[in-house]
Protein backbone atom coordinates (compact mmCIF):
# COMPACT_ATOMS: atom_id res chain seq x y z
CA UNK A 1 0.00 0.00 0.00
CA UNK A 2 0.72 3.72 -0.86
CA UNK A 3 0.61 7.27 0.22
CA UNK A 4 0.98 9.90 -1.66
CA UNK A 5 0.32 13.72 -1.74
CA UNK A 6 -0.30 16.39 -3.99
CA UNK A 7 -0.21 20.25 -3.56
CA UNK A 8 -0.71 20.28 0.35
CA UNK A 9 -1.04 23.63 1.68
CA UNK A 10 -1.41 25.06 5.45
CA UNK A 11 -1.51 28.53 7.16
CA UNK A 12 -2.11 29.65 10.71
CA UNK A 13 -3.92 33.24 9.84
CA UNK A 14 -1.54 35.31 7.14
CA UNK A 15 1.80 32.71 8.43
CA UNK A 16 2.13 30.07 5.25
CA UNK A 17 3.67 27.18 7.20
CA UNK A 18 3.34 24.49 4.43
CA UNK A 19 3.35 26.17 0.38
CA UNK A 20 2.35 23.08 -2.67
CA UNK A 21 4.34 20.47 -1.32
CA UNK A 22 4.13 17.03 -2.80
CA UNK A 23 5.02 13.66 -1.16
CA UNK A 24 5.89 11.07 -3.64
CA UNK A 25 4.76 7.55 -3.20
CA UNK A 26 7.26 5.03 -1.88
CA UNK A 27 5.21 1.67 -1.12
CA UNK A 28 7.40 -0.62 0.82
CA UNK A 29 10.35 2.26 1.45
CA UNK A 30 11.18 4.78 3.81
CA UNK A 31 10.41 8.40 3.05
CA UNK A 32 12.71 11.42 5.48
CA UNK A 33 11.05 14.53 6.03
CA UNK A 34 13.82 16.89 7.02
CA UNK A 35 14.87 20.42 7.97
CA UNK A 36 15.30 22.46 10.98
CA UNK A 37 12.54 23.60 13.78
CA UNK A 38 9.61 25.19 12.15
CA UNK A 39 10.16 23.99 8.69
CA UNK A 40 6.64 22.47 8.34
CA UNK A 41 7.85 18.28 9.16
CA UNK A 42 5.26 18.25 11.88
CA UNK A 43 2.06 20.12 9.87
CA UNK A 44 2.92 18.17 6.52
CA UNK A 45 2.94 14.80 8.81
CA UNK A 46 0.13 16.42 10.10
CA UNK A 47 -2.01 16.99 7.16
CA UNK A 48 -1.27 13.44 6.03
CA UNK A 49 -2.39 11.13 9.13
CA UNK A 50 -5.94 13.71 9.03
CA UNK A 51 -5.02 15.54 12.12
CA UNK A 52 -4.64 18.87 10.33
CA UNK A 53 -7.37 19.65 7.59
CA UNK A 54 -5.05 21.11 4.31
CA UNK A 55 -5.94 24.36 2.79
CA UNK A 56 -5.01 23.21 -0.71
CA UNK A 57 -4.28 19.78 -2.04
CA UNK A 58 -5.22 15.97 -1.69
CA UNK A 59 -3.52 12.75 0.52
CA UNK A 60 -4.08 9.74 -1.41
CA UNK A 61 -4.08 5.65 -0.01
CA UNK A 62 -3.54 3.86 -2.91
CA UNK A 63 -4.72 6.31 -5.70
CA UNK A 64 -7.67 6.62 -3.89
CA UNK A 65 -8.03 10.25 -2.18
CA UNK A 66 -9.28 9.83 1.73
CA UNK A 67 -12.78 10.67 1.13
CA UNK A 68 -13.37 8.00 -0.71
CA UNK A 69 -12.44 6.07 2.01
CA UNK A 70 -14.43 5.01 5.55
CA UNK A 71 -12.21 6.76 8.90
CA UNK A 72 -12.14 3.01 10.24
CA UNK A 73 -10.54 1.27 7.39
CA UNK A 74 -8.03 4.05 7.06
CA UNK A 75 -7.27 3.34 10.72
CA UNK A 76 -6.67 -0.18 10.01
CA UNK A 77 -3.88 0.95 6.94
CA UNK A 78 -2.35 3.79 8.37
CA UNK A 79 -0.38 3.66 11.76
CA UNK A 80 0.71 7.27 13.23
CA UNK A 81 3.11 8.15 15.82
CA UNK A 82 3.20 11.82 16.99
CA UNK A 83 6.20 13.77 18.18
CA UNK A 84 3.91 14.65 22.01
CA UNK A 85 1.28 11.99 22.79
CA UNK A 86 -0.05 11.73 26.55
CA UNK A 87 -2.91 11.03 29.05
CA UNK A 88 -3.52 12.27 32.29
CA UNK A 89 -5.86 8.74 32.54
CA UNK A 90 -4.52 5.78 34.78
CA UNK A 91 -3.74 3.24 32.40
CA UNK A 92 -0.75 1.15 31.93
CA UNK A 93 1.17 0.43 29.46
CA UNK A 94 -0.60 -2.45 27.55
CA UNK A 95 -3.48 -0.75 27.60
CA UNK A 96 -1.90 2.29 25.36
CA UNK A 97 -0.14 -0.57 23.11
CA UNK A 98 -4.28 -2.44 22.80
CA UNK A 99 -5.37 1.18 21.44
CA UNK A 100 -3.75 0.20 18.38
CA UNK A 101 -5.54 -2.89 18.03
CA UNK A 102 -9.45 -1.10 18.33
CA UNK A 103 -9.86 -0.71 14.41
CA UNK A 104 -9.31 -4.89 14.25
CA UNK A 105 -12.68 -5.32 16.79
CA UNK A 106 -16.32 -4.84 17.07
CA UNK A 107 -17.35 -2.15 18.76
CA UNK A 108 -17.27 -1.75 22.30
CA UNK A 109 -15.73 -5.20 22.36
CA UNK A 110 -12.88 -6.25 25.02
CA UNK A 111 -9.55 -7.39 23.61
CA UNK A 112 -9.44 -10.87 22.60
CA UNK A 113 -6.93 -14.00 22.28
CA UNK A 114 -5.43 -12.73 19.35
CA UNK A 115 -5.46 -9.10 20.51
CA UNK A 116 -3.98 -10.26 23.53
CA UNK A 117 -0.76 -11.94 21.82
CA UNK A 118 0.05 -9.05 19.05
CA UNK A 119 0.06 -6.90 21.95
CA UNK A 120 3.00 -8.46 23.40
CA UNK A 121 4.45 -9.14 20.48
CA UNK A 122 4.86 -5.62 19.58
CA UNK A 123 5.71 -4.94 23.15
CA UNK A 124 8.74 -7.48 22.50
CA UNK A 125 9.30 -5.49 19.05
CA UNK A 126 9.97 -2.43 21.12
CA UNK A 127 11.97 -3.71 24.16
CA UNK A 128 9.30 -3.10 26.54
CA UNK A 129 7.71 -6.29 27.26
CA UNK A 130 8.57 -6.08 30.87
CA UNK A 131 6.47 -2.92 31.33
CA UNK A 132 3.70 -4.10 30.46
CA UNK A 133 1.96 -3.84 33.46
CA UNK A 134 3.42 -0.37 34.42
CA UNK A 135 1.58 2.50 35.13
CA UNK A 136 1.85 4.59 32.10
CA UNK A 137 3.08 8.10 34.22
CA UNK A 138 5.66 6.10 35.71
CA UNK A 139 7.72 5.82 32.79
CA UNK A 140 10.60 7.73 31.30
CA UNK A 141 9.69 10.31 28.13
CA UNK A 142 12.20 7.62 26.40
CA UNK A 143 9.83 4.02 27.76
CA UNK A 144 6.63 6.17 26.40
CA UNK A 145 7.80 6.79 23.17
CA UNK A 146 8.82 2.90 22.24
CA UNK A 147 5.36 2.28 24.03
CA UNK A 148 3.76 4.46 20.90
CA UNK A 149 6.18 2.89 18.56
CA UNK A 150 4.57 -0.43 20.12
CA UNK A 151 0.96 0.48 19.83
CA UNK A 152 1.41 1.44 15.94
CA UNK A 153 3.04 -2.00 15.28
CA UNK A 154 0.03 -3.80 17.11
CA UNK A 155 -2.21 -1.49 14.38
CA UNK A 156 -0.61 -3.91 11.57
CA UNK A 157 -1.38 -0.85 9.21
CA UNK A 158 0.84 -1.20 6.10
CA UNK A 159 1.32 2.57 6.12
CA UNK A 160 3.57 4.52 8.77
CA UNK A 161 4.16 7.91 9.59
CA UNK A 162 6.19 8.42 12.35
CA UNK A 163 6.98 12.43 13.72
CA UNK A 164 10.52 12.46 15.48
CA UNK A 165 10.02 8.58 16.65
CA UNK A 166 13.88 8.99 18.18
CA UNK A 167 12.80 11.78 20.41
CA UNK A 168 14.27 10.57 24.05
CA UNK A 169 15.78 7.62 23.23
CA UNK A 170 19.00 6.64 23.73
CA UNK A 171 21.44 5.97 20.81
CA UNK A 172 21.09 2.19 21.16
CA UNK A 173 17.36 2.54 21.25
CA UNK A 174 17.49 4.72 18.10
CA UNK A 175 19.08 2.73 15.69
CA UNK A 176 16.91 -0.41 17.23
CA UNK A 177 13.48 1.52 16.30
CA UNK A 178 14.82 2.73 12.83
CA UNK A 179 16.32 -0.71 11.97
CA UNK A 180 12.75 -2.37 12.88
CA UNK A 181 10.81 0.05 11.00
CA UNK A 182 13.21 -0.63 7.90
CA UNK A 183 12.87 -4.44 8.62
CA UNK A 184 8.57 -4.04 8.55
CA UNK A 185 8.95 -3.27 4.76
CA UNK A 186 5.98 -1.29 4.97
CA UNK A 187 5.99 2.33 3.60
CA UNK A 188 7.04 4.72 6.09
CA UNK A 189 7.24 8.34 6.56
CA UNK A 190 9.14 9.30 9.00
CA UNK A 191 10.20 13.47 10.63
CA UNK A 192 14.12 13.22 11.63
CA UNK A 193 16.31 15.85 12.98
CA UNK A 194 19.43 13.50 12.72
CA UNK A 195 20.98 13.76 8.94
CA UNK A 196 23.28 10.79 9.87
CA UNK A 197 20.37 8.56 10.99
CA UNK A 198 18.38 9.72 8.50
CA UNK A 199 21.41 9.02 5.58
CA UNK A 200 21.57 5.45 7.17
CA UNK A 201 17.76 4.28 7.39
CA UNK A 202 16.06 6.11 4.62
CA UNK A 203 15.72 5.70 0.89
CA UNK A 204 15.25 8.81 0.01
CA UNK A 205 14.61 12.06 1.74
CA UNK A 206 12.56 15.26 1.50
CA UNK A 207 13.61 18.51 2.41
CA UNK A 208 11.49 21.29 3.94
CA UNK A 209 12.77 25.12 4.35
CA UNK A 210 10.18 27.53 5.21
CA UNK A 211 7.06 25.41 4.12
CA UNK A 212 8.51 24.93 0.94
CA UNK A 213 9.89 21.82 -0.84
CA UNK A 214 13.56 22.23 -1.45
CA UNK A 215 14.79 19.08 -2.55
CA UNK A 216 14.39 15.24 -2.81
CA UNK A 217 16.22 11.75 -3.48
CA UNK A 218 18.69 9.61 -2.44
CA UNK A 219 20.50 11.24 0.79
CA UNK A 220 24.01 10.94 -0.84
CA UNK A 221 22.65 12.55 -3.56
CA UNK A 222 21.06 15.76 -2.05
CA UNK A 223 22.48 16.36 0.98
CA UNK A 224 25.65 18.55 0.16
CA UNK A 225 27.42 21.01 2.09
CA UNK A 226 25.75 23.91 0.55
CA UNK A 227 22.14 22.43 0.85
CA UNK A 228 23.11 22.02 4.43
CA UNK A 229 24.59 25.64 4.55
CA UNK A 230 21.53 27.07 3.04
CA UNK A 231 18.51 25.27 5.28
CA UNK A 232 20.51 24.29 8.57
CA UNK A 233 22.48 27.48 8.89
CA UNK A 234 25.60 25.64 9.90
CA UNK A 235 29.13 24.41 8.09
CA UNK A 236 29.21 20.88 7.58
CA UNK A 237 32.21 18.29 6.21
CA UNK A 238 30.81 15.28 5.08
CA UNK A 239 33.08 12.16 5.89
CA UNK A 240 32.79 8.70 3.72
CA UNK A 241 34.42 6.51 6.61
CA UNK A 242 35.74 3.42 5.44
CA UNK A 243 34.72 4.14 1.67
CA UNK A 244 30.79 4.29 2.85
CA UNK A 245 28.60 4.81 0.41
CA UNK A 246 26.36 6.40 3.53
CA UNK A 247 27.54 9.97 4.77
CA UNK A 248 28.72 11.00 8.15
CA UNK A 249 28.13 14.78 8.77
CA UNK A 250 30.64 16.52 10.79
CA UNK A 251 29.09 19.65 11.92
CA UNK A 252 31.47 22.43 12.53
CA UNK A 253 30.32 25.85 13.44
CA UNK A 254 27.28 28.13 12.55
CA UNK A 255 27.21 29.96 9.27
CA UNK A 256 28.79 33.23 9.73
CA UNK A 257 26.80 36.19 9.29
CA UNK A 258 27.51 39.00 6.91
Same mark, same amino acid.
Given at each position: ????????????????????????????????L????????????????????????????????????????????????????T????????????????? #???R??????????? /?????????????????? #??????????A??????????????????T????????????????????? /??????????????C????V? #??????C???????????????????????????????????????????
Amino acid at each position: MKIEAENLSWAAGPAIIVDGIDVPAMPGRILGLLGPNGSGKSTLLGMLARTIQPRTGVVKLDDRPYSDWAPRDIARVLSVVQQKATTDQDVTVRDVIDLGRIP #HRRRWAGPSPRDREV /VEAAARRTGIEHLLNRDW #HTLSGGEQQRAHLARAFAQEGQVMLLDEPTNHLDISHQLDILKTLRETGLG /VVVALHDLNLATTFCDEVLVL #HKGRAVCLGRPADVLTEDLIREVYGVEVRILHPDGDEAPLFQFLRPVTQT
